[in-house]
């Protein structure tokens, strides 16, 4: 009896490329990073305030920003509530703000 692990390897490699941050998973979904930023500037606030309201640093803040970090929950929890978004919008799952 072969074993199936080979194939799940595989599968786990090819989850992992296609699941790279920065990119989104569908073609129509916006990018949270991009939403992030926008949100941001739409209020006209700098990374150091927002990064100020997060308690953590603007260079760590640049980095969600840019992708290098992925974003704590605890923190999109906190940014859904300074911009008075849903999740789901600042996921780039629903267009409506609510």
């Not at 998973?25 to 100020?52: F, G, S």
């Not at 260079?59 to 849903?86: F, Q, W």
């Amino acid at each position: 009896m072969k074993s199936n692990e080979p194939n799940k390897s595989k599968e786990l490699n090819n989850f992992n490329k296609s699941n790279k941050p920065g990119k989104p998973n569908k073609p129509n979904e916006l990018n949270y990073r991009k939403i992030m930023r926008d949100l941001r500037e739409d209020a006209d606030l700098t990374q150091q305030d927002v990064a100020n309201y997060l308690g953590t640093s603007q260079t760590m803040y640049a980095r969600y920003e840019r992708g290098a970090n992925e974003l704590p929950i605890h923190h999109m929890e906190k940014l859904c509530e300074m911009y008075d978004v849903s999740a789901d919008y600042f996921l780039g799952r629903n267009r409506g703000k609510r």
